[in-house]
């Protein structure tokens, strides 16, 4: 142990001399980590903007087995039951006895940004007047709310400031009529501030949707809510229902686009990664070929091929370490906050914040310092077997 620590340290203390050529390897390592920690912290930022914005104790309730809330349909007969039942359903009651649920349909829209002209394809949310009070997130931030009956809408504060041409009191197009921007929300900086909200009835008749109902969002009662109403929807139709929290729906949402971002992020790092690799041995066989006397004099005084190979190997390791953290801080620093879009739900634009959390810089590193031991152990092996004689007529 004390050949391989004093191998080890006589490395580490000669890097200096070789600094160049370790720092590419630092600098190939750090690289291959920002472009991985890159792609998972805009999959985790997607997932944080959807299922983040989501509550446990709001109920949705689908049509036709869909867990997609535009190609959802809830049958008129179903909202008729929900309202002259007075069984227990697992959901809150008003004062009256009435249970507390907004009908919601979704539409696409596009819109024309007028910062470049870009068209993005925006969701139209139609709701009743309880939508805005079952989203616990969600509140006015300025201007009011869309009064019944009008063609009013309410903007996130994300999209408007995105758009610019969402402002208080501005007319915009929307499909084939236009519509009044009365007011900015929030929504906890989540997915839903990419959304534009307006009265149910005006959206279906803007749309030719009249009666046509996709989501009924709904607050649940106490914890055993939701299975009090998945067992109860069996009765109150044919066709079938699906009833799940705002949570799980939010995050089956979001696994699609952030499953497929991770998939092109994975591959492209371990391309990258193998470059790296195939760097690191040269690197590590031209410092085993620069050190080559050094090397066969410690073998020849008895240093055992263990220390040779530990003090070339740890070296490796120790330079993917370096350029682990290097490439960790530089994705921290120009990604993390970083503001991006993406198709999301309903196949609409959803804006997010990409998220480089411990878990994203942890498996950046991982594979970092995977560089390192693997590239490390060839060159290390070619440690074991210099002899003297053959470094002394390489020096000649």
């Known amino acids: ?10 490395n580490l203390r000669s890097l200096p001399q070789r600094i160049w050529i370790s720092l590419s390897m630092v600098l190939s390592v750090a690289l291959v980590v920002a472009v991985l920690t890159g792609f998972l912290a805009m999959a985790k930022g997607f997932e944080t903007a959807l299922a983040g914005n989501g509550s446990s104790e709001i ?5 036709g087995g869909t867990n997609q809330e535009t190609s959802s349909d809830i049958p008129a007969g179903v909202i008729r039951s929900l309202q002259a039942t007075s069984a227990d359903l697992g959901l809150k009651r008003d004062a009256a006895g009435a249970v507390i649920f907004s009908r919601e349909t979704v539409v696409p829209v596009e819109i024309q940004s007028a910062d470049d002209g870009s068209l993005q394809t925006l969701a139209l949310r139609g709701m009743d007047a309880t939508g805005i009070a079952l989203r616990p997130n969600a509140a006015i931030a300025v201007g009011r709310s869309f009064a019944p009956g009008t063609r009013e809408i309410i903007v996130g504060r994300d999209l408007a400031a995105r758009a610019g041409v969402f402002g ?3 007319r915009v197009r929307l499909g084939a009529v236009d519509w009044q921007v009365v007011g900015h929300f929030t929504a906890g900086g989540g997915a839903m501030e990419s959304e534009i ?4 009835e005006a959206v279906q008749a803007a749309f030719d949707q009249m009666g046509q109902v996709q989501i009924l969002r709904a607050a649940l009662e106490g914890g055993t809510g939701l299975e009090q109403l998945q067992a109860t929807l069996p009765a109150l139709s044919q066709t079938p229902l699906t009833a799940v929290t705002e949570v799980e729906l939010l995050s089956a949402q979001s696994a699609r686009t952030s499953t497929l971002i991770r998939m092109f992020g994975w591959p492209l ?9 195939i760097g690191a041995i040269n690197t590590m066989m031209t410092s085993v070929a620069n050190r080559a ?3 066969a004099t410690v073998r020849t005084l008895g240093f055992s091929r263990l220390s040779a190979f530990a003090g070339t190997w740890v070296e490796a390791v120790a330079l993917s370490i370096f350029g682990a953290i290097l490439g960790a801080v530089a994705s921290w620093l120009v990604f993390h906050g970083w503001q991006a879009s993406t198709v999301g739900p309903n196949n609409t634009t959803t804006a997010f914040q990409l998220e480089v959390s411990m878990n994203v810089l942890r498996d950046g590193a991982l594979l970092g310092i995977a560089i390192g031991m693997i590239g490390g152990a060839l060159p290390a092996l070619a440690a074991t077997r210099v002899k003297l004689a053959t470094a002394l007529r390489s020096t000649g």
């Open 1 to 10: 142990m004390k050949q391989v620590m004093v191998m080890i340290s006589a």
């Open 59 to 63: 109920a949705v309730i689908l049509g």
């Open 168 to 170: 208080i009191g501005e």
């Open 293 to 295: 006397m050094e090397i």
């Open 269 to 277: 790092a371990i391309l990258m990664s193998i470059g790296a690799t």
């Open 197 to 200: 909200w307006g009265e149910l």
